[in-house]
């Protein structure tokens, strides 16, 4: 077979190679020796394959934090509905490793929640990534049969919010994740990341809403965010309420999915 010359993609990766070894690595060497001896992740942290999310960048934390599952759409199938990775994963973070805190993190303009709203049409060209986004079923019935009256970025939005919903409820069929949660030691979470703005909401049980995490951080001063107190909320998400108003009153959301999708993502 010929050998083809690196992309320069590739000489990008082994640049950063030798960066990382060079600067990271010699600057950590303590932490290498450590997590050479075996790895105590605090946090099972399942979210999408998209390019622009990192878990790690995204929280801050460092190697060894954090185990990550990561798949198209942050899919957990329900137990027993496959024997796919993502079970195994769950079981041996849980069992072997001892996690006590689960987050499930969807993020905004996600693909896969796109490929979902048309899944038919993908049987022809992506038969596996139809088979895949089979298992979000639960999400793409509750979209069809209760949100049909949204269409766009709102369907999109909505497909988000409700997917990490399901797959929180997905957890739940799990022997380990049910025992655990019965003593009261384990959690669950679901966040949604905002690529634009890079705002994390997080699902409240109490409210049924997703808010803001960090509500009370001044934002930096994007093209998009009005100048001020730092505190104002960028203007998309001002028009996006001006919709929403309009949309409650001709009756087009009901109370709590109004709350759950669009008033979650405001600073209160």
Same mark, same amino acid.
């Given at each position: 077979?010929?050998?083809?010359?690196?992309?320069?993609?590739?000489? $990008?990766?082994?640049?950063?190679?030798r960066?990382?070894?060079?600067? #990271?690595?010699?600057?950590?060497?303590?932490l290498?020796?450590?997590l050479?001896?075996?790895?105590?992740?605090?946090?099972?942290?399942?979210t999408?394959?998209?390019?622009?999310?990192?878990?790690?960048?995204?929280?801050?934390?460092?190697?060894?934090?954090?185990?990550?599952i990561?798949?198209?759409?942050?899919?957990?199938?329900?137990?027993?509905?496959?024997?796919?990775?993502?079970g195994a994963?769950?079981?041996?973070?849980i069992h072997?490793?001892?996690?006590?805190?689960?987050?499930?993190?969807?993020?905004?303009?996600?693909?896969?929640?796109?490929?979902?709203?048309?899944?038919?049409?993908l049987?022809?060209?992506? *038969?596996?990534?139809?088979?895949?986004?089979?298992?979000?079923?639960?999400? $793409?019935?509750?979209l069809?049969?209760?949100?049909?009256?949204?269409e766009?970025?709102d369907?999109?939005?909505?497909?988000?919010?409700?997917?990490?919903?399901?797959?929180?409820?997905?957890?739940?069929?799990? *022997?380990?994740?049910?025992?655990?949660? #019965?003593?009261?030691?384990?959690?669950l979470?679901?966040?949604?990341?905002?690529?634009?703005n890079?705002?994390?909401?997080?699902?409240?049980?109490?409210?049924?809403?997703f808010? *803001?995490?960090?509500?009370?951080?001044p934002?930096?001063?994007?093209?998009n965010?009005? $100048?001020?107190?730092?505190?104002?909320?960028?203007?998309?998400?001002q028009?996006?309420q001006?919709?929403?108003?309009?949309?409650y009153?001709?009756?087009w959301?009901?109370?709590?999915?109004?709350?759950?999708?669009? $008033?979650?993502? #405001?600073?209160?």
């Amino acid at each position: 077979m010929k050998q083809l010359m690196p992309s320069n993609s590739i000489k $990008r990766l082994v640049k950063g190679l030798r960066d990382y070894r060079q600067s #990271h690595y010699c600057n950590h060497q303590d932490l290498f020796e450590q997590l050479s001896h075996g790895q105590k992740p605090k946090v099972l942290f399942i979210t999408c394959s998209d390019s622009r999310i990192d878990p790690n960048l995204l929280t801050q934390t460092d190697l060894g934090e954090l185990f990550v599952i990561r798949n198209a759409g942050n899919i957990i199938p329900p137990y027993g509905a496959t024997n796919g990775g993502e079970g195994a994963a769950v079981e041996y973070a849980i069992h072997a490793l001892g996690i006590e805190e689960v987050i499930v993190c969807g993020h905004s303009h996600c693909g896969a929640m796109k490929g979902l709203l048309k899944l038919p049409k993908l049987e022809e060209d992506m *038969p596996l990534v139809y088979e895949w986004l089979k298992h979000a079923e639960a999400t $793409r019935r509750m979209l069809k049969e209760n949100y049909s009256h949204l269409e766009g970025e709102d369907l999109i939005e909505m497909a988000v919010a409700e997917n990490v919903l399901t797959q929180l409820e997905n957890l739940r069929t799990y *022997p380990v994740i049910h025992s655990r949660m #019965h003593q009261g030691k384990l959690n669950l979470y679901g966040w949604i990341y905002q690529i634009e703005n890079a705002e994390v909401l997080a699902y409240n049980p109490n409210s049924d809403a997703f808010e *803001p995490i960090l509500h009370d951080l001044p934002v930096c001063d994007l093209p998009n965010t009005p $100048r001020g107190n730092g505190l104002e909320q960028p203007i998309q998400h001002q028009i996006q309420q001006i919709e929403l108003d309009r949309k409650y009153s001709e009756g087009w959301l009901s109370p709590a999915q109004a709350e759950r999708i669009y $008033r979650g993502s #405001h600073a209160r």
